[in-house]
């Protein structure tokens, strides 16, 4: 399954939005619980993501948390926890000069396993200039290989 990409721009509000995402679903032979322990405890998150160092919450995972990512190749961001439905749902998002970085993170229960989504998106009148910074083709790959990264890890469990 290929994954999802879409840029647009819409008007709302007088003001003229943009946005980029990235996202892909796939199916997982694990229960959705394995998948949300990968989500919910940061120091694994570099197990699924291999771009990160590392990953930390400054508190329990809960909208407000703010949780800090250390890159392989340099730098830190931080990320606001948005939406929360624990065990199902969860979105973080970063504040960058003109728009927001969002992550969104969903498992639901699938026929014996799992269905895992995530999806990557930048929202705001400088969403194309960011998501040409990140990688448009990045980004897209990205989405995918979380999924078979934590498929892997979930099913071996």
């Known amino acids: 399954m290929c994954p999802?990409?879409?840029?647009?721009a819409t008007r709302g509000a007088g003001s003229l939005r943009r946005v980029f995402e990235a996202s892909h679903?796939?199916?997982a032979d694990a229960p959705p619980e394995a998948i949300w322990a990968l989500w919910a405890d940061p120091s694994r998150w570099p197990e699924w993501n291999d771009q990160l160092?590392?990953?930390e919450l400054d508190g329990e995972l809960q909208v407000g948390t703010e949780a800090t990512v250390k890159f392989k190749r340099g730098g830190k961001?931080?990320?606001k926890v948005t939406e929360l439905e624990p065990g199902r749902l969860f979105?973080?998002?970063a504040k960058l000069p003109g728009c927001r970085f969002g992550h969104?993170?969903?498992v639901e229960p699938s026929?014996?396993?799992?269905e895992i989504t995530h999806r990557l998106y930048l929202k705001g009148p400088t969403s194309g200039a960011f998501s040409r910074l990140f990688g448009r083709k990045r980004m897209r790959e990205s989405v995918v290989s979380f999924i078979e990264r934590e498929r892997e890890l979930a099913q071996r469990r």
């Open 4 to 8: 999802a990409i879409s840029l647009s």
């Open 25 to 27: 679903t796939a199916r």
């Open 53 to 55: 160092e590392s990953g």
């Open 77 to 79: 961001m931080v990320f």
């Open 91 to 93: 979105v973080d998002e």
């Open 104 to 106: 969104e993170h969903r």
């Open 111 to 114: 026929s014996g396993g799992a």
